[in-house]
């Protein structure tokens, strides 16, 4: 990783047309990075003081870097056992369980691998936060996360470096983060949210480094940073969907930068479309084929059926191998007289099942309880018969005859001989459906027992074939479609979820089955190897499961949510482990210091940069040096300001579960905006009390009690994330006391 | 000085007969049969029982949107004389004779009225011509689905209008700027499109919608004006002031206007108080105020009080006690203390009075003079009708096992000692010496043995505590939640020491004398806080649907079926008008890119002025159908096809306005002209003819055969009722 293009420098001088890192920018950057003396005079450095400072700027990243590392890998051995959702990582990346199947993958996958090669032999069963680790080697994982985690601090003082030219800016970002107990928690555990950071910030600095390679296009670090955007939005979409918004960030720059070359009628239409087809090169089609790459390699690796199984279609399931539907053969098309097993299209829903318990009293009629469960039971298995005769079609004197579509059928529940049946009764939850039970005794019932059945895509012909066939029942007294609202049932229906049939005939896939399992002896076998689904078909499906598993990802018991407005303000930390006095103590919360300072950096952007705004759009004359400066404030900072936005404010519109974590993406952005911000208004400070004899001292002595004060503050709050044991902060005896400033704070 | 008398007095008018032909029009489409049908029409229902509320100024709670929209509605009852005695029970039960109909679905039907002439003057201030202007105007009258709408007592077509009335007087604002600035006439333009959005938003919050757009708008215009060197600093600080004050000062004085308003109409207590807090249901007449009034503020030791949750989710309920303790083992094999239950209770009832004891002392009634309960103060709660004390330990809760149970303690002689000492911390305390008050203090009571907070979990109990709420100690009290706060409702001095005079006292009703009461702001601030909070329970309607449906018109909603003919009424557009409609934005969409990349590399098809015309009308009303549109696809509650209207309008005003510039700009000759409008006058009459088409459904003045209907179902999506004899 190169340092700051510093030689890269003087030559932006030359650009005339782009203004991101300008001629004003790099002069305003130059003064500080040269010896101050020579500000205003037009000698250049020679060429003995610019390799000194070369080095200089090799050694300051050498020293951000090392601290970075320092901080994060300092105790990470503690506390040696599982914190918070560490639950959910390690068991996923176990490589006992490796080739199970999961929802979740590459991430899981580097860790796994990271366990794999440091040692750890899966056999730990991770349970519950707090169960210990003994002689696991949990430390390769924690390593890994701690790793990628250290070079967060690094990216963010090269992006900010690269935005506005100026070391102090730099240094005071990669102080806020090195210094904030918040980014250092978490990177210091088996969690997504280190590799995720890694990916978006490492996204961003080669973004800012690509377009400050604008002046040079289809040269080599051009293209590298290029494609270096593209791989790095692959990873970070891979690991998180947060991932998205870095590509919406990314994507909004690239689209002003082709907008911009557009209109420069210097270039002919050929050189656009050549610029054009670079960026659809390099951040769509480079991404995708990575990202599907690793998809790729996720499926071979994880081939073995696993728990997680009955949330998946019949079709995804046959091509695990474990799962009965691999290389299972079964007959093809429906008969009369076939034993089946229903499953609704619709993703984590199930089978459709019934049981010998009836509704509670009071809750439609008491008849049997029809639902759908998602693991495989006995009790999922159904007998397709003919509406009006009860005579045994496998009778072998019986010709085999096929189900079609539109034929009038019964479904009789195999263990218990009930038949399906539905009733104008009002369903137990969604009252405006009719209730569906078991009714009949040994498949002797009424007409309410009839189903018409249909086939939804009626590509194979009128007969039923097995998994791939979508169909439909349709009672035939009510008209209604038998469905499955999705909505898990109380206790009596044994947490189950709730099959009514609806009235309205709208098509959702709520209402659309499959058949599964078929057992036919009359019918021949066939492999199912044929039907297995293609690899976009496995791609999409599995972002369903994912989409629809994290949308109804539910609180834990016991587990306090936030709400997005908690963030920035630095609310209400997370608590990791340990909750009473003896207890090894770690909680997620970010330095106060740093955190309110980055609130009041906000604040504090959006009033001068709107000042500058208006002075520009009034026509003003700015003395050279201010013009640089706030270049740097409304294009560096607005960059930056665009990322914090986009990582925030999405959070709003989200319905699902939401944690204190989610935020640290923005966070970083606006740790950035804060180095930005103080090192340009401390310089703008400067500038106008330059009359002033001490005025160049201001400069210094901000940034530096800046740095000091932050790096004091860490010094304050580090037990936070190092771990403390003893009394709590309500304790006056606890060294904490003095420093719950929030009542909300809870260590 | 006498000059005027010197000339004679003219008097000239000027009149846009086709303006007056358009209202008159307009007035004639809306108001024909306006009674028809004199029976409950769909949304009629939902909206009639506020009409009715406000007639009898009784408080209600609606979380679909601001009090004006309803208020404009009781306006028209108000004005027809309805004393708000009906049943609003049932779609389609016949009106009583004490119900005035028509003036009822006057305002509604005015406001739709008007819309068709605004929009004309709409696309002439677009500075698009009069001929366009008619096209929109015309297309307007005969849209199907706006005529339903504002025929009945629904608020869809004042929402329109308000959102017209908003950038018809941005537009004359705006083209007033250019050569008459502060004039009289800019001003009012100005005001009114602060009034007109602030209307539009307290009709529904739909309305925010185009009150964000007009925003944008003039921010950019703004934000011209800032860049126009020519004014002077004050001057253009001068634009700037009055543009802040007109469309946001304006507008939040307005909607707090609004609630005003409805306070202090509403000042009776109704079916909604429960779920105002305490103070609240104090400030209204009735209700809790009959209770409460006249009750001492300050809680002492010895106080008889009833305990409220603040948080009141599932429902509001006071803590309670009774004879019946836990069971010894629950289902699932874990075991209880077996002491007596405390739990949260939605009624009213004896038990659930607490009497707040020193522990220090043993007595029962509060000393004379009474001794105030401060912050920080230990407290004993005792059960008012058992004299067992509130008590909780190091036991799992019956529903909620990671917290501890709470219990009233009985003493079985084990080793399980009382621990029933609490903490009494004021959440709304001024300062730390703050007395406990009753009704306006939030308290939470943390236990002193175990600092475990007395929370409601707002899990239902099974049936052996007859399915009442279950209180918890919370050990893990993180942060501040409403679950774990609560205020004193009812409050007495307790003064009979022997059980038995004190459950007599218990029983009786509390008397003595301290009005409160809440400011506006705190009223308001709450009322608005709990309408957005309130989440009504997204149900499947038979006739929701999605907004993908609503573009192409797959969707429509029956809204009135007559009782034994099979006249209906149905939410059904002129589906030649939707489509254009779409189709238009599409070529608004594509033209305006295409224009857009040419003048990128400095081809300028359109001359300038062409082109800022182009780009405003298609900021206004592309923007203003994607605004009003696209939100939608966020929002989780159930959505109909009305929603669409205000987006559909938009669209209208678009159509002629491309068909224009089509005819302007890409027909080369004049023959090519004629030929396309020709084809425009063509696709108008088959507008007209569709719109006569479907005339029955959307007046149901007519009852058509069962083959007529069948012919009428264009779209198999399409919910048509047909009778089966």
Partial sequence: MPPATGGGLAESELRPRRGRCGPQAARAARRDVAAEAAARSPKRPTRGSRRFEAAGRWALLALVTLLSFATRFHRLAEPPHICWREVQRTEESSPKDFSSFCLFFSPQMLIGLAGYLSGYDGTFLFQKPGDKYEHHSYMGMRGFCAFLGSWLVPFAYLTVLDLSKSLSAALLTAALLTFDTGCLTLSQYILLDPILMFFIMAAMLSMVKYNSCANRPFSAPWWFWLSLTGVSLAGALGVKFVGLFIILQVGLNTIADLWYLFGDLSLSLVTVGKHLTARILCLIVLPLALYTATFAVHFMVLSKSGPGDGFFSSAFQARLSGNNLHNASIPEHLAYGSVITVKNLRMAIGYLHSHRHLYPEGIGARQQQVTTYLHKDYNNLWIIKKHNTNSDPLDPSFPVEFVRHGDIIRLEHKETSRNLHSHYHEAPLTRKHYQVTGYGINGTGDSNDFWRIEVVNRKFGNRIKVLRSRIRLIHLVTGCVLGSSGKVLPKWGWEQLEVTCTPYLKETLNSIWNVEDHINPKLPNISLNVLQPSFPEILLESHMVMIRGNSGLKPKDNEFTSKPWHWPINYQGLRFSGINDTDFRVYLLGNPVVWWLNLLSIALYLLSGSIIAIAIQRGAQLPAEVAGLSQVLLRGGGQVLLGWTLHYFPFFLMGRVLYFHHYFPAMLFSSMLTGILWDTLLRLCAWGLASWPLARGIHVVGILSLLLGTAYSFYLFHPLAYGMVGPLAQDPRSPMAGLRWLDSWDF | ?725
């Avoid at chain 2, 499109?193 to 185009?210: E, N, Q």
């Avoid at chain 2, 009782?563 to 489509?579: D, E, K």
């Fill in chain 2, 1 to 725: 000085m006498w000059g005027f008398l010197k000339r004679p007095l003219v008097v000239t008018a000027d009149i846009n007969l086709s303006l007056v032909a358009l209202t008159g029009m307009g007035l004639l489409s809306r108001l024909w049969r306006l009674t028809y049908p004199r029976a409950v029409v769909f949304d009629e229902v939902y909206y009639g029982q506020y009409i009715s509320f406000y007639m009898k100024r009784i408080f209600f709670l609606d979380d679909s949107g601001p009090p004006f929209g309803h208020m404009v509605l009781a306006l028209g009852g108000y004005l027809g004389g309805f004393d708000g005695n009906f049943l609003w029970n049932r779609i389609g039960a016949e009106y009583s004779s004490n119900v005035p109909v028509w003036s009822l679905r006057l305002l509604p039907a005015l406001a739709g009225a008007l819309s068709v002439p605004m929009a004309y003057q709409i696309v002439l201030e677009l500075h698009f011509s009069h001929c366009a202007a008619m096209g929109a105007a015309l297309l307007m009258l005969i849209e199907n689905a706006l005529i339903t709408q504002s025929r009945l007592m629904l608020l869809e077509s004042v929402l329109i209008f308000f959102n017209l009335l908003a950038v018809l007087s941005y537009l004359k604002f705006f083209n007033c700027q250019k050569h008459s600035p502060f004039s009289l006439s800019w001003w009012f333009w100005l005001t009114l499109t602060g009034v007109a959005c602030s209307c539009a938003v307290g009709i529904k919050y739909m309305g925010v919608f185009t009150y964000v757009l007009m925003l944008a708008v003039a921010a950019v215009h703004a934000w011209h004006l800032i860049g126009d060197q020519t004014l002077s600093n004050v001057c253009v600080f001068c634009h700037l002031l009055a543009r802040a004050v007109a469309l946001l000062v304006i507008p939040v004085v307005l909607y707090l206007l609004f609630f005003y308003i409805h306070l202090i109409l509403l000042f009776r207590s109704g079916p909604h108080d429960q779920i105002m807090s305490s103070a609240f249901q104090a400030s209204l007449e009735g209700g809790l105020a009959r209770i409460t009034q006249g009750q001492p503020l300050e809680v002492a030791f010895g106080s008889q009080v009833t305990l409220r949750n603040v948080f009141g989710k599932p429902v509001p309920c006071w803590l309670h006690s009774h004879q019946e303790t836990y069971p010894m083992i629950y289902e699932n094999g874990r075991g209880s203390s077996h002491q007596q239950q405390v739990t949260c209770y939605p009624f009213k009832d004896v038990n659930n009075w607490w009497i707040v004891k020193d522990p220090g002392r043993h007595q029962l009634v509060v000393s004379s003079p009474p001794r105030p309960v401060r912050h920080g103060d230990m407290v004993q709660l005792v059960h008012g009708m058992t004299t067992r004390s509130l008590n909780t330990h190091d036991v799992a809760a019956p529903l909620s096992p990671h917290s501890q149970e709470v219990s009233c303690y009985i003493d079985y002689n084990i080793s399980m000692p009382a621990q029933n000492l609490w903490r009494l911390e004021i959440v709304n305390r001024g300062s730390d010496t703050d007395v406990w008050k009753t009704i306006l203090s939030e308290v939470r009571f943390v236990h002193v043995n175990t600092s475990a907070v007395l929370k409601l979990s707002g899990a239902h109990l099974p049936d052996w505590g007859y399915r009442q709420l279950e209180i918890v100690g919370e050990k893990l009290s993180r942060g501040y939640h409403e679950s774990m706060v609560w205020n004193v409702e009812e409050h007495r001095y307790g003064a009979s020491q022997e059980q038995r005079e004190r459950e007599r006292e218990l029983h009786s009703p509390a008397q003595v004398d301290v009005s409160r009461n809440l400011s506006f702001m705190a009223r308001f601030l709450e009322l608005q806080w709990r309408m957005l909070a309130l989440r009504s329970d997204d149900s499947e309607h038979k006739y929701s649907s999605s907004p993908l449906e609503w573009v192409t018109l797959d969707t429509n909603i029956a809204y009135w079926l007559h009782p034994r003919t099979s006249a209906q009424i149905h939410l059904l557009g002129n589906i030649v008008i939707w489509i254009s409609g779409s189709l238009a934005l599409a070529v608004y969409s594509l033209l305006s890119s295409w224009y857009l990349l040419r003048r990128r590399r400095n081809v300028h098809d359109l001359p300038q002025d062409a082109w800022l015309r182009w780009v405003l009308a298609g900021v206004l009303c592309a923007g203003g159908w994607a605004v009003n549109y696209l939100p939608f696809f966020l929002m989780e509650k159930t959505l109909f096809l009305y929603h669409y209207l205000p987006a559909l309008t938009f669209q209208i005003l678009l159509l002629p306005v491309v068909l224009q510039h089509i005819s302007d700009h890409l027909c080369r000759s004049q023959l090519q002209r004629s030929v396309f409008s020709a084809l425009v006058v063509a696709w108008y009459s088959s507008a007209c003819h569709v719109s006569n088409t479907l005339r029955p459904l959307t007046y149901g003045d007519k009852s058509l055969s069962p083959h007529e209907l069948k012919a009428l179902r264009w779209k198999d999506s399409w919910d048509i009722l047909i009778r089966k004899h």
